[in-house]
């Protein structure tokens, strides 16, 4: 039975968690651009789809919403793993999960940018018999981008500390390889769990000032 | 609450000094107020009228100076030193015990009125006054009633100020200032958020104050009737320095400074 | 598959659901002493009070819940050289403290956004600071930031699973337990607890509409519902 912490053990695992933490940025690449463009997508069709789509898709993203990413993980898994292909990798598997599980928030935020521009915006466009995707790429969209973007930017941070779900799967991000680590040595989880928190720490720093920046640009923009 | 020392003017300003950053907002300002007089004070916006106001209520401080006893920069409130209190022999800067005790005798209606949301009409009367005077609740009920019936809105005891026009918001904040039984009611510029047509209301109420107590008013205002009906003297302020001052009549009949006259024209023009 | 078979296992779900309901409140209610606790220090005006939250609430926000969770469970009992005879309790602490960070900036902001005049109103009324907080700061910020806290609680409904990874049985660990049990099919089953997350969502989210709009009324305002969506001040800010 391990006590207290060992600096060597300490030394021993970083290499491993090390590799779990780059597996986090990887996820979180492939997930973020999933959540981002998704996202973006969801909350066009609510807006100018068939009301039946925008209803159907609601429905669905409120319900991936209200319900625990693990069990949606497990249970995508499952399905890919036994029915449908057992060559798709955890990780991509993963990431996709996550990354929808994200859209469902990122797309109410864009929605609440395109809510947030004023009516006058539209009719102006339809007064200059803009063609939609005109309206859309001209007017609306940059509008929303600029509403919306740290919103965005603040689920995909969130999404980030979120990854280590995806170890139930076997993605070899920092839980699976303390675990891993913890299997081979029987030591290392003061270590390991310590590391990886530390990791997610030191991650979140410059983020935190690049969010800053982020937001000061976006209040400085001229409209 | 009686003034305890009647000799002494109830308000003096002894070379107060006020700056936000670099602004200097009033320099090296003195004057007095006796127990019982309606001051009026005047002047464009920045002048610093707002700012006597507020320094009086504690909102804001005054800009410190080395030696107090010296140098000034203290504001008295009976005789008392509001923003320092005695310390060792010396002057120094009062701390929040000192303030919560000379603050009693003051009052305040504000421009935006800052009624609590949260409290129906009644219960934004009665609250300080069971919190803060240590009244019972019956008393503080019974006070409060007779006050809301003086602003004309009885009926409305039971209503949040959300529910009102602004006008009566006002005239409820007024019932409030004076449940606490202030000896200086201080009114910034109290009609100046309203309709015009819901000035008359409030300006009446205030009328009545005026013709039935003796409270100590210190008024900033841009209406001049009011100002020459219910005022004994009229201060005219211009960046931190009385212009000129004078009994009502004299100053806006009569008045001596250019500047003055410029801003009295300028405010009847309106 | 064996229809029957998942009908007739239902019933095992009753234990686990009471499972993940106690860590969902137990949690909760931690968050929400926490969050209190941590944003009314962080609204403080004095340093030595505001610096120390400050700092607690960042190092909990910079890193991520589901290692605090393991860390919780398996690093901390080790340092401290205790046990914990219910594994459930290294969950509620893990959750309660992660949640109870993030809404502890619910609850400063809230503070904050009470108009200025407010305070100065009390100012001039003589309240002393406490009564400032008690009678008109706290009164006028809760119904603000109670869709914020409903976002919340649901994440943290749904953060509840994770305490089936670190060996507590709610519905989310039965359902893996059932599922690969013969004439069973896991997929049937997380599909199941899915719909009972889903359900249990739809009852906060009820529960605390039905509050804020008592909440609301205690400031003399009507509040209209708005179905199914993410409280418009939580989609706009995302997590914060």
């Not at chain 1, 076997?170 to 290392?188: F, R």
């Not at chain 3, 600071?129 to 994440?155: G, Y």
Request: charged content about 15%; glycine content about 8%.
């Amino acid at each position: 039975m391990q006590t207290g912490w060992s600096n060597e053990t300490a030394r021993e695992i970083f290499p491993a968690m090390w590799d779990g933490f780059i597996v986090v940025l990887q996820v979180t690449v492939v997930a973020g651009l999933i959540a981002v463009l998704l996202g973006l997508l969801v909350a066009v069709v609510q807006r100018v789809g068939h009301p039946a789509a925008g209803r159907t898709v609601n429905a669905v993203m409120q319900f991936v919403r209200n319900t625990p990413l693990l069990v949606q993980v497990l249970l995508v898994w499952t399905a890919t793993s036994l029915y449908i292909n057992p060559d798709w990798s955890a990780f991509a598997v993963g990431s996709a999960v996550l990354g929808v599980h994200y859209a469902s928030y990122t797309a109410e935020s864009y929605r609440a940018g395109i809510e947030a521009i004023p009516v006058g915006q539209w009719e102006a466009a339809t007064a200059l018999s803009l063609p939609t995707h005109r309206v859309w790429g001209a007017v609306i969209l940059p509008q929303m981008m600029r509403r919306s973007t740290a919103a965005v930017a603040n689920w995909i941070i969130a999404m980030f500390k979120e990854v280590p779900t995806l170890f139930i799967i076997g993605v070899l991000e920092m839980i699976s390889q303390a675990q891993k680590y913890q299997g081979q040595h029987y030591t290392g989880a003061v270590e390991g769990y310590t590391i990886a928190g530390l990791l997610f720490l030191a991650a979140s720093y410059p983020v935190a000032v690049a969010m800053r920046r982020l937001e000061n640009r976006l209040a400085k923009s001229h409209y | 609450m009686q003034n305890p020392t009647t000799d002494h003017p109830i308000i003096e300003f002894d070379r107060v000094n006020k700056s936000f950053g670099d602004l200097q907002v009033l320099n090296r300002l003195s004057f007095t107020v006796d127990p019982g007089e309606r001051v009026t004070l005047i002047g464009p916006s920045g002048s610093g009228k707002t700012t006597i106001l507020r320094l009086l209520m504690t909102l804001e401080h005054v800009t410190p100076t080395k030696d107090p006893a010296a140098d000034g920069g203290v504001i008295r409130v009976g005789g008392q030193p509001l923003s320092h209190m005695e310390k060792g022999g010396r002057l120094v800067v009062a701390n929040e015990r000192h303030l919560r005790q000379v603050r009693r005798r003051i009052g305040m209606v504000f421009q935006s009125f800052n009624l609590f949301p949260n409290m129906r009409v009644l219960r934004n009367v009665t609250e300080a006054q069971v919190h803060t005077l240590g009244r019972s609740k019956d008393e503080a009920e019974a006070k409060a009633r007779e006050l809301l019936d003086v602003v004309g809105l009885s009926a409305k005891v039971d209503s949040y100020p959300s529910q009102l026009s602004g006008g009566q918001q006002q005239r409820v904040a007024i019932a409030r200032a004076l449940a606490m039984d202030p000896d200086i009611l201080l009114l910034d510029e109290v009609t100046s958020a309203l309709d015009p047509e819901l000035v008359a209301d409030v300006l009446g109420v205030l009328r009545d104050v005026a013709d039935t107590t003796s409270i100590t008013m210190l008024i900033v205002t841009h209406e001049m009737g009011f100002a020459r009906d219910v005022s004994n003297r009229v201060m005219m302020f211009d960046r931190g320095v009385i212009v000129e001052e004078g009994a009502p009549d004299e100053i806006f009949s009569d008045p001596r400074e250019a500047r003055t006259q410029d801003f009295l024209r300028a405010v009847l023009a309106e | 598959m064996d229809l029957q078979a998942v009908v007739d296992s239902l019933p095992r779900y009753g234990e686990p659901l009471l499972t993940t309901i106690v860590v969902t409140v137990a949690s909760a209610a931690f968050a929400l002493v926490v969050a209190f606790a941590l944003g009314l220090m962080t609204s403080s005006k004095h340093l030595a009070i505001r610096t120390p939250a400050r700092a607690f609430v960042e190092f909990i926000r910079g890193s991520s819940a589901v290692v605090q969770l393991f860390w919780f469970a398996f690093a901390m009992p080790v340092l401290l050289g205790i046990q914990f005879d219910y594994l459930i309790a290294a969950g509620i602490i893990a959750l309660g403290l992660n949640y109870g960070a993030y809404s502890s900036e619910v609850v400063r902001g809230a503070i904050a956004a009470v108009p200025k005049g407010q305070l100065e109103a009390a100012t001039a009324l003589n309240l002393t600071p406490l009564q400032k907080m008690r009678l008109v700061v706290l009164p006028q910020a809760w119904p603000e930031m109670i869709p914020s806290l409903c976002a919340f609680a649901i994440m943290l409904l749904k953060a509840s699973a994770l305490v089936s990874i670190i060996g507590v049985m709610d519905i989310t660990a039965l359902a893996g337990l059932i599922g690969s049990q013969a004439g069973q099919d896991r997929l049937v089953h997380y599909s199941v607890v899915l719909v009972m997350y889903f359900i249990l969502a739809w009852l906060i989210w009820t529960g605390m509409r039905a509050l804020e709009r008592k909440a609301k009324r205690g400031l003399g305002v009507d509040v209209k519902p708005v179905k199914g969506r993410l409280a418009p001040e939580v989609a706009a800010g995302g997590v914060r």
